[in-house]
């Protein structure tokens, strides 16, 4: 230990040295000589001039090289790490061998590197230490659990050749917490982590950056593989569908080497046949998008993979993603009698739901006249209520029994019926309270049904009249009511809320023109569509999965990449494929040192306490303020100042020289 | 006397290379303008007789006179008219200086050539003298063909180098030159003051008329550098950087007190000086020397009509 650096590359700018030199030779030629007749009659002046001492001088010349190399070397950040002097040293070590079986092993040789480099490790510890090896990747499996036996260390080789390499990427944090753990479960002593990595930035992307292994535990990085490859890989996808039918594949290509890359063809497969390629130059440590669009000839369920086609990439030269066909949904929508009205609610809510070409739900009919029991609620995805006048107490009954066990409900409410009541919505007498014109001051903006109309261009709702509505006083009514959007005099106009396993909107009003301009007006369509998709989409599970992450369906953790299929909550009789992905950034081989990963995951000299150690912005410092390590990058930074404001006084006293003359 | 001059300007001076055909194009373009020569009937022309006395040239008695009256009488006769002119070319380094298309050197070398070629249109005599801080060469006055090629020849060799000793040349010429000849000094008169005006008036104390042509840049004048910069000394290679908005004034002034103190210097001992810039038509020069001839001739003869019998 003792004196290090953190980014010692940074000794390379010391090139800039010449930077000064070259200035003070090159300002030379302005020396030459405009020849002139006489000199006889300019005044004479015994020293240089101001212009040529503040650029050729030496010693302003060697100041501004000190600036530089302080400066060099303030962002080399060095520091001093102080020794664990109180470790006892009479206690026996035990070893717990860390092997890195991240995805990112995979690359060439290093994987078996790594084993070698781990049975070496294995071989240096005496036979009455105590030993255990643990995998890790995503989180630390123990294979052999920490135990001072010599049969021990025989069980430990063989783990070492046995381990296998996992698809899951790494978490340094995570894994050494899970060894600090167990090797603190098993014995109470001094321990030495043996890090068998390839030390990537990538695997210190996640987990918890502030825990530290506590000073007993010292950490011995064995670093395998080489920092001379092609760093480049897929990362990100998305798949999204327009309204046209056409579907596109967007994924995002990385390029996190220093070199750049020409002409990279990137590939679009579906269920394993190329149908596009597209061609790629990437900058170094520049990320581009890139995207395939196709329109399916059906609306069917797909596995689609992207890949590169190149010897060198790395381990996530493909990523995975599926495409599911979208479901059918079954709509009830219960009519309301057409009355004087030409033109009922039902009408623009059919209309609606049947502007959109090839709709993905079916719509089924009945009338409100017609009794409960014939419409069946139970089998739909959704009913539409389109009015609650005329409701019987079993109809209403009914209804409430098909939300109560799942059901979705969206009601158009008028002033007479009881479901309202059922529900829990207070209905503010007409003589309280007379409903007046209003219009639509306030939507949340921020609920799923709203998002879409975030843009500033569609986010004015005040437009949508209401002459009439259904008064309601949410303080009074179900608390678990919410609010959607709101009339300008306060009037609650939406409402969301849910009752037993099932979810409802409940619209405050008649989609009538006699109560309001909505139907007529270009958000009515979007709204009421949004609205149908959030009621019966919502529990969806996402369709790409990362290794490591646990389906809701799934007990274990997905190890593996490729596709998994599921039952749909919804919609039993057809499975939904789902895609699972190696992390994104695994494949980032940008290189972390040593020194870094020792300073990010171990404290040393800090005693026994685990608790996080105070960081003072240039170091650390234990709970008694005693320095752990400490940088000093600040303080040649603070020279840097120094030398130059001695080089600034100096300039100006050569000036003054000058003009005393 | 009114002139019309049609003046050639430097620039083009500067394009001719042959020295001779320049010097004639010069003085060709300056007599073409005058309307009546100044110089015209110089002869031989007796104008008194005067008794003998021990010392003169026996040659110049009239000895016809002595057979009518039996007495001793030299014939003594107008001044000759031919003059004997000597130029004296500055050709030190700082001669060499010239921020417009021609330099200091350049054109005094014309100017001295034109002068040579002018003086022996009118068959007067001339000779040369080149120098710096040694004599590069001299030509004594003649008034042939073949000596005014050779003036002319010696003006084309001659290079600017070195520092200037402008005293030592006239010096030099002092002990050499025929008594009451001309000498015109063709220089930038960048030297120290007291020993050159010392042997100019020692010239003119030997009845030599003394002209003296300064020769001096605009940029000189004016000191018009914009920006910062290196100067170096053109005969003494001192090097000086230097911020010339900052010493303009002191330059100016430095350099105003050295020519008036030369001008006045020269007033006072009768010898005439006028200075010319680079970038003035050399006919002007030509057209002080002609002045300042026609000026010199009309006070001798004055004086000698005033004092009768005066050698």
Known sequence: ?????????????????????????????????????????????????????????????????????????????????????????????????????????????????????????????????????????????????????????????????????????????????????????????????????????????????KWKLPSHFELNTVSVGSDETANFGLGELGVRRYPNGELRVMVKAHNWSDARIEDMSVYLELNGQVIQENILSLRPGMSRQTSFRFTPQSDQTFMGRVWIHDESVQQDNERFFAWNAPQTRDILIVQDTEGSSRWPAHRFFKQALNSMAGPPWKIHAVSSEDSGSQWGAGEFDLVLLCTTKGLSTGDTKQLLTYVESGGRLLISADTEGDILDSLGVYRVPSSEKRSVPAQISWVDLGHPVFSLFQASQYNDFSSVQFMQYVSVDLEKSNPRLTSLAQLDNGAPIILEGQMGKG????????????????????????????????????????LSYTIGEKPHWENEPLVEVGYISADSQRSIDTPIVCAVNVDAYEGDMTPMSEEVFQLTYSVAGIGRDEQVPQSTGYGLVDHDGNAIYSEYGLWALGLVLMVLLIEFFYMSALSKEVRNV | MEYTLRHIEPEQLATITDLSLLARTVVDGLMSGLHRSPHSGSSVEFAQYRPYTQGDDLRNIDWQ?????????????????????????????????????????????????????????????????????????????????????????????????????????????????????????????????????????????????????????????????????????????????????????????????????????????????????????LDRALQVFLNHRTRTTAQSSSMRRRAPGGG
């Not at chain 1, 006889?40 to 503040?54: A, L, Q």
């Not at chain 1, 294995?122 to 030993?131: H, K, M, N, R, Y």
């Not at chain 2, 031919?82 to 001669?95: F, I």
């Open chain 1, 1 to 209: 230990m003792g004196l290090s650096f953190l980014t010692p590359i940074i000794f390379a700018g010391l090139g800039l040295l010449v930077v000064p030199y070259i200035v003070h030779q090159i300002r030379k030629p302005e020396r030459e000589a405009y020849r002139f007749s006489s000199l006889m009659f300019v005044p004479k002046v015994t020293h240089d001039v101001v212009e040529r001492k503040r650029i050729q001088h030496p010693w302003l010349m060697l100041l501004r090289m000190l600036a530089l190399v302080l400066l060099t070397l303030a962002f080399t950040r060095p520091y001093w790490k102080a020794l664990a002097s109180n470790q006892p040293q009479e206690v026996a070590i035990q070893h717990l061998i860390l092997l890195d079986t991240s995805y990112g092993m995979g690359l060439g040789e290093t994987f078996d590197e790594a084993k070698a480099a781990a049975k070496e490790v294995l071989a240096d510890i005496d036979s009455d230490e105590g030993v255990g090896v643990v995998y890790f990747n995503l989180d630390a499996d123990i294979i052999v659990p920490l135990e001072k036996a010599e049969a021990n260390h025989a069980r430990a080789l063989k783990a070492i050749d046995d381990a296998q390499l996992s698809q899951g990427h790494t978490n340094y944090a995570r894994s050494l917490q899970t060894a600090y753990r167990h090797a603190t479960g098993v014995i109470d002593g001094p321990v030495q982590m043996h890090v068998v990595s390839d030390f990537r930035q990538s695997g210190r992307r996640s987990g918890a950056s």
């Open chain 1, 503 to 542: 979810h409802y909107f409940v619209w405050l009003f008649q989609n009538r023109l006699e109560w309001t301009s909505l139907a007529k007006n270009p958000r009515f369509v979007p709204m009421l569509q949004e609205s149908i998709d959030y009621l019966t989409l919502n529990d969806e599970f996402p």
């Open chain 2, 65 to 281: 006179l002595y057979g009518r009256t039996d007495r001793l009488h030299i014939k003594q006769y107008e001044e000759e008219t031919t003059l004997r002119a000597t130029v004296l070319l500055d050709c030190s380094a700082s001669m060499e200086y010239g921020s417009q298309s021609l330099s200091k050197f350049s054109y005094a070398r014309m100017l001295a050539a034109s002068l040579a070629m002018l003086l022996h249109s009118q068959r007067d005599a001339v000779g040369l003298i080149t120098y710096h801080h040694e004599l590069l060469a001299y030509i004594p006055p003649r008034s042939s063909d073949k000596h005014v090629r050779r003036v002319l020849v010696e003006l084309d060799n001659a290079l600017p180098a070195g520092q200037t000793d402008t005293s030592g040349a006239l010096h030099y010429l002092g002990d050499v030159l025929h008594p009451r000849g001309m000498v015109i000094l063709i220089s930038d008169l960048l030297q120290p003051v007291d020993a050159m005006v010392h042997q100019l008036k020692s010239l003119r104390a030997r009845h030599q008329d003394v002209l003296v042509l300064h020769i001096s840049d605009p940029a000189e004048r004016d000191f018009s550098f914009d920006s910062s910069l290196t100067l170096v000394d053109a005969e003494s290679g001192r090097e000086q950087f230097m911020d010339p908005s900052a010493i303009r004034d002191e330059y100016l002034s430095n350099r105003t007190q050295h020519f008036t103190t030369i001008r006045k210097a020269c007033h006072a001992s009768e010898i005439a000086i006028a200075e010319f810039s680079t970038d003035e038509p």
